[in-house]
């Protein structure tokens, strides 16, 4: 099978078909798989398969013996006409750091370039307490579920904070919500970041901006909605959603800052992997929503 050299063309650098994460994982997977119900699906849950499928695709990016596309200039001026290999990739996300890094690049500029408008944007964190996220282990529907009541509570706080009739107009934000499942240090922890128009949207399309806005009020509304929403899908038991609300909790930790628009709004790639920073740096604005309780 030939190959092409990796100086075929100035700069370009093939895809390395190994390196040391690809070892680490080689090396521990079949172990994992074969003692992880026993030793972890009490703490992290079921291993669902898709976890399977990313962890076997990446193995087999960027190798050669999986598969290539075979390059060849057809441009009858080219002095060279060299070739070259190209292996497939895994295109996977949140494990591989070259296709993770370019899917989350291609997601973020689709967003900035096809469906955002040009207005100013804030971004909020929904988390949610310790004690009541193990259900989201066993059942991946919550975060669907989660990622719309974050929507809802945002879009019905924003609309409070609005004239009367915007209130009847029912105008909308410009919003997208990401679920997370984990947090810096890896450990389970599910909650939502989102980017919210400073503004709501009437039917016809015409922006209603507001500035400065307080989004302490948002806690609240956020809270008895996914509380709610737990009791509906049988996740937690009433007597203790009302034990929770009688619960003292930290309130609403903001991080302000001059709000941005989406042209230089930059999503922290730490967050998700499906969001990322865009081609133009900016700023942060970040407003956290914490659902934390402490007893009283």
């Not at 909020?124 to 990622?147: A, E, M």
């Not at 009541?149 to 410009?174: G, H, I, M, N, W």
Request: aromatic letters at 8%; hydrophobic letters at 35%.
């Amino acid at each position: 099978m030939p190959s092409a050299p990796a100086t075929a063309a100035t700069g370009y650098r093939p895809r390395p078909a190994s390196n040391l994460l690809k070892e680490i994982v080689e090396e521990n997977l079949e172990a994992l798989l074969r003692v992880w119900d026993e030793r972890f699906r009490d703490t992290h849950g079921p291993l669902q398969r898709r976890v399977r499928t990313v962890l076997d695709d990446f193995l087999r990016c960027g190798d050669v013996h999986f598969g290539f596309v075979r390059l060849k200039c057809c441009n009858p001026e080219c002095p060279k006409k060299s070739e070259r290999i190209l292996p497939y990739a895994c295109r996977g996300r949140g494990l591989c750091p070259s296709c993770g890094q370019k899917r989350a690049l291609t997601w973020a500029e689709r967003m900035v370039e096809e469906v955002l408008p040009i207005v100013p944007y804030r971004q909020l964190v929904f988390t949610i307490p310790r004690n009541l996220r193990k259900p989201f282990l066993f059942d991946r529907s919550l975060y669907g579920d989660l990622c719309r009541v974050a929507y809802a509570s945002t879009r019905d706080f924003l609309r409070s904070q609005a004239s009367l009739l915007t209130r009847r107009e029912k105008a909308v934000p410009a919003m997208i919500v990401s679920p997370q499942s984990f947090g810096d240090i890896l450990v389970h922890h599910p909650h939502g970041h989102a980017c919210v128009s400073l503004g709501l949207f009437r039917r016809d399309g015409v922006f209603l901006p507001m500035d400065d806005v307080d989004f302490s009020g948002l806690e609240e509304i956020f809270r008895e909605r996914f509380l709610r929403m737990m009791l509906r899908r049988e996740k937690v038991r009433p007597e203790t959603v009302e034990r929770m609300r009688a619960w003292d909790h930290s309130g609403l930790c903001r991080h302000q800052c001059t709000p941005q628009s989406h042209r230089v709004f930059r999503w922290p790639s730490r967050y998700s992997p499906d969001l990322s920073r865009t081609r133009s740096a900016a700023t942060r604005c970040v407003a956290v929503v914490t659902l934390r309780f402490r007893r009283m």
